[in-house]
Structure formats: structure tokens, C-alpha cells
């Protein structure tokens, strides 16, 4: 009985070795195959997560790209703008200035042209008056030459008739004709003052209306130029604005760039 129960222990023995030997196999098995499951799973996770990251830099680099592009287009959009308000403005002024220029001209030209027919008329006023003060220089001096030989005629009918008073025809001859040099010599001092009165005071008038005309001109003038001062420095204020917001822009985008190519190097470095 020793015996068999001996061998009875012996045979269970070996078949529980047996069994724990496969359940050993079958757990190794299974160990492996969750393993290389879970491998699987790890690279798909890595794979997932690396095609990610890969694209999101890829949409970070093509949106910085957009953005260069857009702020050198934009620039140059805003420069193209700058010429053509420039270059405009400038035709502006010039047909501004022109007018005002040919206005300014015409309005000499009027002005010289009434100051010409003003000087023809005061001229013409002074050879008429000169010419009626010869005139009456010539009637005055017909006259005492006639009375000179009517008092010569009756001076030497007295003298005939009578034979007196010689010395007396003379002086009176003589006190007539020089009476009536101081009357012509008056005449012609006055007609002279007169008339340079009146070319002072038309001169005057003209010189005060020339001077009215340029200073109005020279108002207008620096009106158009200070509001062409003000405009260039708005558009020139507006113009380093928007170049001081491409700069910003341009150094945000490149720190978040170097920030994501530094995340990529260290991500990169641990896997």
C-alpha cells in the first residue's frame, strides 16, 4: 500500500508540474501577445501624436508665411497708395498754383491795364490843358502884341497929332507885356502843381491796389501750403504706424516660430 500511494504522489506530482509548465507557457503566450498589443497601441499613439505635431508646424510655418506675405504686399499696396496720393497732391498744387498764378496775372494785367488807361487819360488831360495854356499863352501874347502896336499906332498918332508922352507909351508897353508873362508864368506853375497831385494820388491807388492783391495772393498761398504740410504729415504719421505694426507682427511670428521649433527640437531629442 506504501508503494501505490507512493506512486499515486509521485504521478500527481508530475501532473501538477505538468500543468503549472503549461499554464507557465500559456501565460508567457499571453504575456507576449498583450505586450505586443500594447506596443502597437504605444506606436500608434506616437505615430498619431508626431503626424500632429508635424502638421500643426506645418500650419504654423505656412501661416507665418501668409503673414510675410501679406504684410510685404500690404506695404507695398501702401506705398503704391503713398506715390499716388503723393503724385496727386502734387498735380493738385501745381493746377492749384497755376490758377492762382494766372489769376494773380490776370489781375496785374487789369491792373496795369487801368493803370495805363488812367496815365493815358491824366496824359491826355495834361497835353490838352498844356495845349489850352499855350493856347492861352498865344492869345494872351497876340494880345498885347496887338495892343502893343494899337498903343505903338496911337502913340505915334499922339505923337503926331501931339508930339508928347513917348516915355509914357513905352512903359506902359512894356508894364503890359511883363504883366502878361507873370500872368502865363502863374498859370503854368499851377497846371504843373496840379498835375502832380494828381499823378501822386493815382499812383498811390495803384501802388495801395497792387499791394491789397499780393497780399491776398500770399494769404491764399500759405492757406493751400499749410493744409499740404498737414496732409503730408498724417499720411506720413500713417504710413510709420502701419510699417510699425508689420514690424511687431513680423517679431511676434518669428518668436512663436523659434518657441515651436525649440518644442520640436526637445520633442525631437526625447523621442
Known amino acids: 500500500g506504501y508503494v501505490v500511494r507512493l506512486d499515486y504522489v509521485i504521478v500527481v506530482s508530475n501532473i501538477i508540474i505538468c500543468q503549472s509548465v503549461v499554464r507557465q507557457m500559456i501565460a508567457r503566450r499571453d ?16 505615430a498619431a501624436a508626431y503626424l500632429g505635431y508635424s ?36 498735380r493738385i498744387q501745381a493746377m492749384v498754383r497755376g490758377t ?55 502913340v505915334a498918332g499922339i505923337r503926331r497929332w501931339r508930339g508928347m508922352n513917348k516915355a509914357a507909351t513905352r512903359i506902359q508897353s512894356r508894364w503890359r507885356s511883363t504883366e502878361a508873362r507873370r500872368e502865363f508864368s502863374g498859370n503854368l506853375e499851377s497846371a504843373v502843381r496840379i498835375q502832380t497831385i494828381i499823378r501822386g494820388a493815382l499812383g498811390r491807388r495803384v501802388f495801395e491796389h497792387m499791394l491789397a492783391s499780393r497780399k491776398s495772393a500770399a494769404i491764399m498761398i500759405q492757406k493751400i501750403y499749410r493744409g499740404f504740410v498737414a496732409y503730408e504729415d498724417y499720411i506720413m504719421n500713417l ?17 512663436e516660430l523659434a518657441r515651436r521649433r525649440h518644442r520640436r527640437s526637445i520633442n525631437e531629442s526625447v523621442t
Not at 502638421?55 to 499716388?84: H, M, P
Open 31 to 46: 504575456f507576449e501577445a498583450l505586450r505586443h498589443a500594447k506596443k502597437e497601441w504605444a506606436a500608434t499613439k506616437i
Open 55 to 90: 502638421a500643426q508646424l506645418n500650419y504654423i510655418f505656412a501661416v507665418a508665411d501668409i503673414i510675410t506675405i501679406q504684410k510685404c504686399f500690404r506695404g507695398y499696396q501702401t506705398r503704391k497708395s503713398a506715390e499716388k496720393i503723393r503724385r496727386s497732391a502734387t
Open 100 to 154: 492762382f498764378v494766372w489769376k494773380e496775372f490776370q489781375h496785374v494785367l487789369e491792373s496795369r491795364e487801368f493803370a495805363a488807361k488812367l496815365i493815358q487819360k491824366v496824359y491826355r488831360g495834361f497835353v490838352a490843358y498844356e495845349g489850352h495854356i499855350e493856347k492861352l499863352a498865344s492869345a494872351i501874347y497876340c494880345q498885347a502884341t496887338i495892343r502893343q502896336f494899337l498903343a505903338k499906332k496911337e
Open 239 to 255: 504710413a510709420t504706424a502701419i510699417l510699425c505694426q508689420a514690424v511687431i507682427r513680423q517679431f511676434l511670428a518669428k518668436r
